[in-house]
């Protein structure tokens, strides 16, 4: 306890197996947000671009007025963005149970590059905190936060260093297919049954180091760049060294969220499927999980990675968005 031993998941038939259940969702869902992008400007002379979209309802005079004080901030995968169905299914979800959604982007990754040499990685937590500070800002006095892939890991790392001095205003947070504990994680995407994803990432990281450095001659280091042929090589020739980290071993030992899952103080779910072809076996701490007070854990034998597309006919509400709905509305006042 709080291990939550038998999960309610069931996958579509067809979607035998994780990589299916990762693929098909991700390549063939659409699912349509009408966001407000809003630009806010870091303390280093950067930005971060945040994707609003706010729950309503008619009132007695039949006008749309914002019907919600409660917000639920959303963090992305690796190179992921708020358009991505996953994400987007989630927002849209929670707009229908009550709750306004920010969505908002790591740097450079809401479609326009950013302006320092530095990008974002899995242990930066100091852009969550100052998205959080400017939701609070702007008078929300009830905030969840929902991660997704390496968005969890850096969700749980945040609320693991803040502990029991985190604002009073975050009160749950849920989080799906996370890796946390970076560094198997990234050997498991070294399989021969991952290296479609492994490749995929290499391509886009690669694509966007190569953009910022014909932006910023001389101040992007790109010498051996085109070798790289796996995540973890990439981390320790890039995302390492740009961010001051020794290695990407070492990145990943200070990045992992496993080590603060102990220091959370606020109620928090975790929901990583079994069959997922992104995560390791240490990413599943069963142990662990019947002696934290405040984590839920639940590992379901079937979901891929970031899908959980359900069974049955209607499939307009993925069974992630269901079980997030009903995890942050337990005990809601």
């Given at each position: 306890?709080?291990?939550?031993?038998?999960?309610?998941?069931?996958?579509?038939a067809?979607?035998?197996?994780?990589?299916?259940?990762?693929?098909?969702?991700?390549?063939?869902?659409?699912?349509?947000?009408?966001?407000?992008?809003?630009?806010i400007?870091?303390?280093?002379?950067?930005?971060?671009?945040?994707?609003?979209?706010?729950?309503?309802?008619?009132?007695?005079?039949?006008?749309?007025?914002?019907?919600?004080?409660?917000?639920?901030?959303?963090?992305?995968?690796?190179?992921?963005?708020?358009?991505?169905?996953?994400?987007?299914?989630?927002?849209?979800?929670?707009?229908?149970?009550?709750f306004?959604?920010?969505?908002?982007?790591?740097?450079?990754?809401?479609?326009?590059?950013?302006?320092?040499?530095?990008?974002?990685?899995?242990?930066?937590?100091?852009?969550?905190?100052?998205?959080?500070?400017?939701?609070?800002?702007?008078?929300?006095?009830?905030?969840?936060?929902?991660?997704?892939?390496?968005?969890?890991?850096?969700?749980?790392?945040?609320?693991?260093?803040?502990?029991?001095?985190?604002?009073?205003?975050i009160?749950?947070?849920?989080?799906?297919?996370?890796?946390?504990?970076?560094t198997?994680?990234?050997?498991?995407?070294?399989?021969?049954?991952?290296?479609?994803?492994?490749?995929?990432?290499?391509?886009?990281?690669?694509?966007?180091?190569?953009e910022?450095?014909?932006?910023?001659?001389?101040?992007?280091?790109?010498?051996?760049?085109?070798?790289?042929?796996?995540?973890?090589?990439?981390?320790?020739?890039?995302?390492?060294?740009?961010?001051?980290?020794?290695?990407?071993?070492?990145?990943?030992?200070?990045s992992?969220?496993?080590?603060?899952?102990?220091?959370?103080?606020?109620?928090?779910?975790?929901?990583?499927?079994?069959?997922?072809?992104?995560?390791?076996?240490?990413?599943?701490?069963?142990?662990?999980?019947?002696?934290?007070?405040?984590?839920?854990?639940?590992?379901?034998?079937?979901?891929?990675?970031?899908?959980?597309?359900?069974?049955?006919?209607?499939?307009?509400?993925?069974?992630?968005?269901?079980?997030?709905?009903?995890?942050?509305?337990?005990?809601?006042?």
């Amino acid at each position: 306890m709080p291990l939550i031993t038998s999960s309610d998941y069931r996958p579509p038939a067809h979607l035998w197996n994780g990589h299916l259940q990762t693929i098909i969702p991700a390549l063939f869902r659409k699912v349509s947000v009408a966001y407000t992008r809003e630009r806010i400007e870091t303390p280093d002379d950067d930005f971060l671009d945040l994707d609003w979209s706010f729950s309503s309802v008619k009132s007695e005079k039949n006008e749309t007025e914002r019907a919600s004080q409660r917000l639920t901030i959303l963090s992305h995968g690796l190179e992921g963005d708020s358009r991505r169905q996953y994400l987007a299914g989630m927002v849209r979800h929670l707009n229908a149970g009550g709750f306004d959604c920010l969505a908002w982007h790591y740097r450079s990754c809401s479609g326009e590059m950013n302006r320092q040499v530095r990008f974002y990685h899995l242990g930066e937590t100091g852009d969550l905190q100052l998205v959080i500070n400017h939701a609070v800002a702007r008078g929300y006095r009830h905030i969840n936060l929902v991660g997704f892939s390496a968005g969890g890991n850096v969700t749980l790392k945040y609320l693991g260093e803040r502990g029991k001095t985190i604002h009073p205003a975050i009160e749950k947070a849920v989080v799906f297919s996370v890796p946390l504990h970076l560094t198997s994680a990234s050997r498991r995407l070294e399989a021969w049954d991952s290296q479609v994803y492994n490749k995929r990432f290499n391509r886009t990281l690669k694509r966007k180091v190569f953009e910022k450095a014909a932006i910023m001659p001389g101040a992007i280091p790109t010498e051996g760049l085109q070798k790289v042929r796996t995540l973890r090589e990439f981390d320790n020739l890039f995302t390492s060294q740009l961010h001051g980290f020794r290695d990407a071993e070492d990145y990943y030992e200070q990045s992992s969220a496993l080590q603060y899952l102990d220091k959370i103080a606020i109620p928090t779910l975790i929901v990583n499927a079994k069959n997922d072809p992104f995560l390791s076996r240490e990413c599943f701490p069963e142990e662990l999980a019947r002696q934290l007070p405040n984590v839920w854990m639940e590992f379901p034998t079937q979901g891929g990675h970031c899908g959980f597309r359900p069974a049955g006919s209607n499939q307009t509400v993925y069974w992630s968005e269901e079980r997030a709905l009903r995890f942050l509305k337990e005990h809601l006042d």
